[in-house]
């Protein structure tokens, strides 16, 4: 008895498998856009607080109150001397810029895997899978880059920026537009490599 019920639960697993490889092809571009957009934006909200002292502790801190020696400290300190909504401090415009990146990203990705491997759900082909991942983060980075650029400015101890709207009309007027896009091709150098090898493993 234990037998077959095994083989039934193995049989059952494997429909399962099968409908999951062929849900990509049933599902549009839109439902593509929309999940990825809110997974997006679920994931920079939850980490958060956690980007804001990774900002913190990659920059030069001329202050005492702002040198940190772990996550907990740096998260202790900030709510402490700087109230307790300064960790989320610029997340509205991570919002603003992961839902459009993220479902450009996801609906981009689902798209080009099957355009470029020829097949309805682009499964078991690893190179289409690697370029699709190319051209899907240099869309997504292209919307973040100005998104994270506002946003660490105001991460910063003591930044002169007083809100989201302020910070990119001040970085446009005195910098120009090229710097929301100067760390573009160092994001992409980096995202670029490691989204290719992890859609390419993963799938």
């Not at 997974?39 to 958060?48: D, K, R, Y």
């Not at 202050?63 to 300064?86: C, P």
Request: net charge positive; glycine share 6%.
């Amino acid at each position: 008895m234990d037998v077959v019920f095994t083989q039934k639960v193995n049989v059952v697993l494997k429909e399962e498998e099968i409908d999951y490889e062929s849900l990509p092809s049933s599902y549009s571009l839109s439902a593509h856009m929309l999940s990825g957009a809110l997974a997006g934006i679920c994931e920079h909200c939850v980490m958060f607080p956690v980007d804001s002292v990774k900002t913190r502790m990659q920059s030069i801190m001329p202050n005492e109150k702002a040198t940190y020696h772990s996550v907990r400290d740096a998260l202790y300190r900030m709510v402490r001397y700087e109230g307790f909504h300064r960790p989320f401090r610029g997340m509205s415009v991570m919002v603003a810029g992961a839902g459009p990146a993220h479902a450009m990203y996801f609906s981009c990705y689902e798209k080009m895997k099957r355009v470029l491997s020829g097949t309805e759900t682009g499964a078991g082909h690893p190179l289409a899978q690697g370029a699709a991942g190319v051209m899907s983060t240099l869309l997504h980075d292209a919307v973040m880059n100005p998104a994270e650029v506002v946003k660490q400015r105001l991460q910063m101890y003591k930044s002169p920026y007083s809100g989201v709207i302020k910070c990119f009309i001040g970085v446009w007027r005195n910098e120009g537009i090229r710097a929301f896009y100067r760390s573009y091709t160092t994001q992409l150098t980096k995202n670029i490599s490691f989204q290719s090898i992890h859609l390419m493993t993963y799938e």
